[in-house]
């Protein structure tokens, strides 16, 4: 399991994932699911990552090959639009899954993933879309500005409080580690590291940081997290109860 979020703002991008892969309670490991290229001046795309490992893994290979290669590909360094860029990773997740269907059904595994494409090309607006095992794709909108792959329940509350789009970056990294952190104490096979990744519109990079579990902020936040939500819970009314009538 995992968890990856990415927030679509009117003053950018916000994209968050965790690190956490496991095969079961003793088989657990560290991956990252957030990946950062830029693979020309006019351009720059996160990828995040759910599902089988392998095929993610392949997928990105793919895509790395493709921008290396000089033989007519139309890489991700040439798209005219970002849905073209979703289209094309949707594209070569399905030949990669296809290309090993037979070995995934004898041995009766899923070799599905799902992906969160982000990023802007020069011209037009920063966006991000969810990119379905089957190829196709959904996009973010002004009354739903965020996407999640993964582990989605148990963080979606505090995004729906992102739900305006002009809440500013700062907001949204902090509802965005709320969401985290939701998901990270309701679930076991969702942890740190965590991988963050903020983009103001029209710069073309992001700026990419990593929040190991260690961290002094991860601590104070998580601590806060928890006496905040406590703090709420005395301050709610109490439960009005009626006598019932004898």
């Not at 996160?46 to 290396?68: K, M, P």
Request: proline letters at 5%; hydrophobic letters at 40%; charged letters at 20%.
């Amino acid at each position: 399991m995992t968890y990856c979020l990415a927030l679509r703002l009117d003053e950018g991008l916000v994209v968050l994932s965790d690190t956490r892969t496991n095969a079961g309670i003793d088989n657990i490991s560290i991956y990252r699911k957030l990946h950062v290229l830029d693979p020309a001046p006019d351009r720059v795309f996160s990828i995040q990552s759910a599902g089988n490992l392998a095929t993610t893994q392949e997928v990105l290979d793919r895509i790395d090959r493709d921008l290396a290669a000089d033989d007519g590909r139309e890489p991700l360094a040439t798209v005219d639009r970002l849905f073209e860029a979703a289209l094309y990773v949707g594209r070569i997740s399905r030949e990669v899954v296809q290309s090993h269907s037979g070995a995934l059904t004898a041995a009766g595994a899923d070799g599905t993933a799902t992906f969160i494409l982000g990023g802007q090309i020069v011209g037009a607006r920063p966006e991000i879309f969810l990119v379905y095992p089957e190829g196709n794709y959904i996009r973010a909108s002004d009354t739903r500005p965020f996407l999640q792959i993964g582990e989605t329940k148990f963080g979606k509350f505090w995004l729906e409080l992102a739900v305006h789009a002009r809440v500013d970056l700062d907001h949204a990294i902090k509802l965005a580690l709320g969401s985290m952190l939701s998901t990270t104490r309701a679930n076991l096979s969702v942890g740190p590291p965590y991988d963050l990744a903020v983009y103001h519109n029209g710069s073309m990079s992001f700026d990419e940081h990593r929040i190991e579990p260690t961290s002094e902020y991860l601590i104070e936040v998580q601590d806060l997290f928890v006496q905040h939500l406590l703090a709420a819970l005395d301050e709610l009314p109490p439960i009005p109860w009626e006598t019932t009538p004898s």
